[in-house]
């Protein structure tokens, strides 16, 4: 059973618009969520997290959303560029039994076109 | 300060045969994990260690085994390769539970 989803594999938007990425989780347990991007042929690098206790975090063009009653987040980025190109990846923390380890989604991949 | 570094970035090797992957950071990070990536199924976690000498299962365990003799590294081995084992895989580290920082991954082809 997936406890986060990303149920979008693709997202294709203009350079200068906002993007937006998103997420389900169904796990009430969870206590912090992250995202990270990743690059071809490169390791996932970490991009901005929220703590269950925020409904917002922002940081510089990135800002993420935290909808803990839809148990939904959602990643903005604004204005979105060419090297944003990337897939995005979801990731939740449990908050007991497990807080050491996180759950990923599948992944959206992002194509800003120019 | 090279972060996570992993050892060989690529691989081929037949089925049967065994090999051990090596991943090695300089953080001084608790924690270390190995995920496997294939296409359309994110990344999945193999096995991982909440210290020195000590290592749990993950989501997909099955045909991997993993030792964390020192702290600073974290071996995964194959013992007989299948080719469902074919993947990238991502080891990765941390200090708090929180951000894990990842190596740039290892491409295993078993034929």
């Known amino acids: 059973d997936q406890q986060v989803k990303q149920n979008s594999p693709s997202l294709s938007v203009q350079e200068g618009r906002i993007s937006i990425l998103n997420c389900d989780y169904t796990?009430?347990?969870?206590?912090?969520f992250l995202w990270y991007k990743k690059y071809p042929a490169e390791g996932p690098t970490f991009l901005i997290s929220?703590?269950?206790?925020?409904d917002k975090n922002e940081d510089g063009r990135f800002t993420v959303f935290l909808n803990k009653s839809a148990k939904h987040l959602s990643l903005h980025i604004v204005p979105s560029q060419p090297g944003d190109s990337a897939v995005y990846f979801c990731?939740?923390?449990?908050?007991?039994?497990?807080?050491?380890?996180?759950?990923f989604g599948k992944g959206t991949k992002l194509t800003v076109n120019p | 300060n090279a972060g996570v570094t992993q050892t060989p970035k690529f691989r081929v090797l037949k089925t049967g045969q065994s090999m051990t992957l090596l991943c090695a950071q300089d953080?001084?990070?608790?924690?270390m994990y190995w995920y496997r990536q294939d296409p359309g199924m994110g990344l999945r976690l193999i096995h991982y260690s909440v210290g020195e000498g000590t290592t749990a299962k993950g989501e997909v365990p099955d045909g991997y085994n993993v030792s964390r003799l020192k702290k600073q590294n974290f071996l995964l081995g194959l013992e007989s390769a299948a080719p469902s084992q074919t993947s990238v895989y991502f080891c990765a580290s941390s200090n708090t539970g929180n951000e894990q920082y990842f190596g740039p991954g290892t491409r295993l082809t078993v034929t």
């Open positions: 796990n009430s347990m969870f206590d912090y």
């Open positions: 990731a939740a923390r449990g908050a007991q039994g497990g807080s050491e380890k996180l759950v």
């Open positions: 929220i703590s269950s206790i925020k």
């Open positions: 953080m001084n990070h608790e924690y």
